[in-house]
């Protein structure tokens, strides 16, 4: 089945230690998507890739960074993880056309010592 | 800015209908999506609606969008124990010339709890 699968599910880091969350897709989707949503609240977009093209949100903190090297994986990198990072991060594929419709991976929830 | 409000909890019996509202800011967005959570999971879409539309009826979900009060509901008939999960409403922003651009702009979700 065509999926979005994200890796590890389950991610524990130490404060100021980095650490890289990994994506990938069998949709061929050519959007891909990072969202971090903390408990209770909303998803939030951190950046996405259409193609190549990398795209940040204004208040996407320097601290994380994004790399796509080909369609099918996108990973995120959190150069110094604080306790504030502490979430679950959920990455998203689209064809972006028409409905712009977006299939969510598991997600993988970050826990930050 | 964008904003999307929805109410955080409802709690319903099994085998009656639930009712999920929410409203939002941008009057141009182009999609309006409901998304569905369950404890540990990713996000699944349940169903969308286009912006021209008013009605739209998928199983025994009906979404229902009121664009003069960017009001936008959701209806599961017939609710069951497995509906219990967080509903999140999300719209999406219409690019400068039209069409999506893409990034959706998600409420913070209602939890509903089915009662057995």
């Known amino acids: 089945d065509a999926m979005v699968i994200q890796n590890p599910r389950y991610q524990v880091t130490q404060f100021g230690k980095p650490v890289t969350l990994s994506c990938s897709q069998t949709?061929?989707?050519?959007?891909m998507y990072w969202y971090q949503q903390k408990s209770s609240q909303a998803p939030k977009l951190l950046f996405h890739?259409?193609?190549?093209?990398?795209?940040n949100e204004a208040d996407t903190p320097d601290n994380f960074q994004s790399r796509r090297p080909n369609t099918s994986f996108c990973f995120l990198d959190i150069r110094s993880p604080g306790l504030g990072d502490a979430a679950m991060y959920l990455c998203?594929?689209?064809?972006?056309?028409?409905?712009?419709?977006?299939?969510f991976g598991p997600g993988t929830r970050l826990t930050v010592l | 800015g964008e904003d999307v409000e929805q109410s955080l909890f409802l709690s319903v019996r099994e085998g009656d209908s639930s009712v999920i509202n929410c409203t939002y800011t941008?009057?141009?967005?182009?999609?309006l999506y409901w998304y569905k959570q369950e404890p540990g999971a990713g996000l699944q879409l349940l169903t969308y609606?286009?912006?021209?539309?008013d009605m739209k009826q998928d199983q025994r979900l009906t979404v229902l969008l009121n664009k003069k009060d960017k009001h936008l509901s959701l209806r599961i008939a017939d609710t069951q124990t497995g509906d219990s999960a967080i509903y999140f409403c999300?719209?999406?922003?219409?690019?400068?010339?039209?069409?999506?651009?893409?990034?959706?702009?998600f409420g913070k979700g209602t939890k509903l709890s089915v009662k057995p």
């Open positions: 998203a594929t689209s064809r972006m056309s028409g409905d712009n419709e977006q299939f």
């Open positions: 949709l061929n989707h050519n959007v």
């Open positions: 890739y259409y193609d190549k093209d990398f795209n």
């Open positions: 941008d009057s141009s967005s182009t999609y």
């Open positions: 609606i286009f912006s021209n539309m």
């Open positions: 999300a719209e999406s922003i219409t690019a400068v010339g039209g069409g999506s651009q893409g990034n959706l702009i």
